[in-house]
């Protein structure tokens, strides 16, 4: 089922339909999972609707069973227990839900020629100039010094306000229309309007002091709780159809939420594998995989020490690395779909087509194969076929030209545990832009090829 044409030519009005019902439940989890956190507060609750419960709760488990391992409410691994050993090996299915954003610096609130700012601190590979001008929500939690945690949700609900980075007026930007793209929008310039109207005590006037005295009432919170926080600026724009024919949706967070909740989807609908199957929405990838929740964190082995622990009631490190030495992973992340308005930055030979199904991505790296995972010929084999025997639309591809740049997944980490990996996901327009684009055959295709993997003997 390798395309080198549209999918859509290769599917009949049943799948058609399919395809456009599966991408509803997918903008919603668009639509709620708006942070790592919120994300993977969204996949729990899925989780525990479709029957799994939390492992470290369960004091053995059997094939069949269905789990799940929460970690600092940024990350999750999920499993539904196989009829073999685990350490017969394992499917794993790794996807990423962090996506580049605005974070809120520790001393974020001053006021400035009439307006209330925030000071940021941005997260991932972003384009600056993208940001600004563009209604923002702002989502995560205010830890208190007595730990009594704060959720804020403020932009995202009908009839919220939002929040906005200006830009200059092009009647004044004559110097910085001159700039380097990379400089047209310093880093420090990112700071995000929170009010306008002074307050009205006579001791504090400030716009500041109507924005902190605002926040105490509503929730409780005073300058300093901004130490212990993680305040996060995203679009505040829903998930939306584009095209006439509703065959794409633009939205925040495509990358990589796409390959997280086909990962999810499909595990759900995963019964008694004969591999146990593992899903891991990861957090940090944007910035390196690095910290406790990302990828390079020992989270991993931890929950599948605890997998094989419950399922044979003994472990030791051999059993761990022996799982690893066995187990097969998809490296669920996007790909660049080739851009009509810049051809240039690809080889057509190798590129990714939007609707032409799942990508897969022997190796990424940049500038000579540099720091990639490159997935071995038998392993990539393996894939195509279990692919082709289950029906799904995909292609192959690199991202970019070799010269032109690239970029890394979560691949390479797992592939240091002695486990094959090979990237695979779905191709992106406008990649880590506020507002991405992908088609809905090639989501549904995800979808359909890690559920097909996750079965895969
Ligand atoms: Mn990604
Ligand atoms: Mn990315």
Same mark, same amino acid.
């Given at each position: 089922?390798?395309?080198?044409?549209s999918?859509?030519?290769?599917?009949?009005?049943?799948?058609?339909?399919?395809?456009?019902?599966?991408?509803?439940g997918?903008?919603?989890?668009?639509?709620?999972?708006?942070?790592?956190?919120?994300?993977?507060?969204e996949?729990?609750?899925?989780?525990e609707?479709?029957?799994?419960?939390?492992?470290?709760?369960?004091e053995s488990?059997?094939a069949?069973?269905?789990?799940?391992?929460?970690?600092?409410?940024?990350?999750?691994?999920?499993?539904?227990?196989g009829e073999?050993?685990?350490?017969?090996?394992?499917?794993?299915?790794?996807?990423?839900?962090?996506?580049?954003?605005?974070d809120?610096?520790?001393?974020?609130?001053?006021?400035?020629?009439?307006?209330?700012?925030?000071?940021?601190?941005y997260?991932?590979?972003?384009?600056?100039?993208?940001?600004?001008a563009?209604?923002?929500?702002?989502?995560?939690?205010?830890?208190?010094?007595?730990?009594?945690?704060?959720?804020? @949700?403020? /932009?995202d609900?009908? $009839?919220?306000? %939002?929040? &906005?980075?200006? #830009?200059?007026?092009?009647?004044?930007?004559?110097?910085?229309?001159?700039?380097?793209?990379?400089?047209?929008?310093n880093?420090?310039?990112?700071n995000?309007i929170?009010g306008?109207?002074?307050?009205?005590?006579?001791?504090?006037?400030?716009?500041?002091?109507?924005?902190?005295?605002?926040?105490?009432?509503?929730?409780?919170?005073?300058?300093?709780?901004?130490?212990?926080?993680?305040?996060?600026?995203v679009?505040?724009?829903?998930?939306? @159809?584009? /095209?006439?024919d509703? $065959?794409?949706? %633009?939205? &925040?967070g495509? #990358?990589?939420?796409?390959?997280g909740?086909?990962?999810?989807?499909?595990?759900?609908?995963?019964?008694?594998p004969?591999?146990?199957?593992?899903?891991?929405?990861?957090?940090?990838?944007?910035?390196?995989s690095?910290?406790?929740?990302?990828?390079?964190?020992?989270?991993?082995?931890?929950?599948?020490?605890l997998?094989?622990?419950?399922?044979?009631?003994?472990?030791?490190?051999?059993?761990?690395?022996?799982?690893?030495h066995?187990?097969?992973?998809?490296?669920?992340?996007?790909?660049?779909? %080739?851009?009509?308005?810049?051809?240039?930055?690809?080889?057509?030979?190798?590129?990714?087509?939007?609707?032409?199904?799942?990508v897969?991505?022997?190796?990424?790296?940049s500038?000579?194969k540099?720091?990639?995972?490159?997935?071995?010929?038998e392993?990539?084999?393996?894939?195509?076929?279990?692919?082709?025997?289950?029906?799904v639309?995909?292609?192959?591809?690199e991202?970019?030209?070799?010269?032109?740049?690239?970029?890394?997944?979560?691949?390479?980490?797992?592939?240091?545990?002695?486990?094959?990996?090979?990237?695979?996901? %779905?191709?992106?327009?406008s990649?880590?832009?506020?507002?991405e684009?992908?088609?809905?055959?090639?989501?549904y295709?995800?979808?359909?090829?890690?559920?097909?993997?996750?079965?895969?003997k």
């Amino acid at each position: 089922m390798y395309m080198t044409e549209s999918g859509w030519k290769q599917v009949d009005s049943n799948v058609k339909e399919d395809i456009f019902h599966f991408a509803e439940g997918y903008k919603a989890f668009l639509d709620i999972g708006k942070t790592e956190r919120l994300a993977c507060g969204e996949a729990k609750r899925l989780a525990e609707i479709n029957g799994f419960s939390d492992l470290e709760s369960k004091e053995s488990l059997k094939a069949g069973d269905k789990v799940y391992v929460v970690n600092r409410d940024k990350s999750i691994l999920l499993a539904v227990i196989g009829e073999e050993d685990v350490q017969k090996g394992v499917r794993f299915v790794i996807a990423h839900n962090d996506c580049p954003r605005i974070d809120i610096k520790q001393h974020p609130v001053y006021d400035d020629s009439g307006l209330a700012m925030l000071k940021t601190h941005y997260y991932g590979g972003i384009k600056k100039y993208q940001w600004t001008a563009v209604p923002l929500a702002l989502h995560g939690v205010v830890v208190k010094k007595d730990g009594t945690k704060v959720q804020i @949700d403020i /932009g995202d609900k009908p $009839g919220d306000p %939002v929040f &906005y980075i200006s #830009d200059l007026l092009i009647h004044l930007a004559s110097d910085q229309m001159q700039k380097k793209a990379t400089e047209v929008i310093n880093g420090e310039a990112l700071n995000i309007i929170i009010g306008s109207i002074p307050a009205e005590c006579a001791e504090k006037d400030t716009e500041k002091d109507a924005v902190l005295s605002m926040l105490e009432a509503e929730f409780g919170i005073c300058e300093e709780d901004f130490l212990s926080a993680e305040l996060e600026a995203v679009p505040a724009m829903q998930a939306r @159809d584009m /095209g006439l024919d509703r $065959g794409m949706i %633009v939205a &925040y967070g495509h #990358d990589d939420r796409v390959c997280g909740y086909t990962a999810l989807s499909a595990l759900f609908e995963t019964e008694a594998p004969k591999k146990t199957a593992v899903c891991v929405l990861t957090d940090k990838e944007e910035i390196g995989s690095m910290g406790s929740t990302g990828m390079r964190s020992a989270f991993f082995e931890y929950a599948m020490a605890l997998l094989i622990e419950k399922t044979t009631g003994t472990y030791n490190e051999l059993m761990l690395k022996r799982t690893f030495h066995n187990s097969k992973c998809l490296s669920a992340d996007v790909n660049g779909g %080739v851009d009509p308005n810049y051809p240039e930055v690809n080889d057509k030979l190798n590129a990714a087509y939007i609707g032409r199904g799942l990508v897969i991505t022997k190796y990424t790296g940049s500038r000579g194969k540099s720091g990639t995972s490159d997935a071995d010929a038998e392993f990539v084999a393996e894939v195509r076929n279990c692919f082709d025997e289950a029906g799904v639309l995909w292609q192959a591809a690199e991202l970019g030209k070799v010269d032109a740049g690239g970029g890394g997944t979560i691949a390479q980490y797992v592939a240091n545990l002695d486990v094959d990996v090979l990237d695979c996901g %779905v191709a992106l327009l406008s990649m880590h832009a506020p507002m991405e684009a992908a088609s809905k055959l090639d989501i549904y295709m995800a979808y359909k090829g890690y559920k097909a993997f996750f079965a895969m003997k």
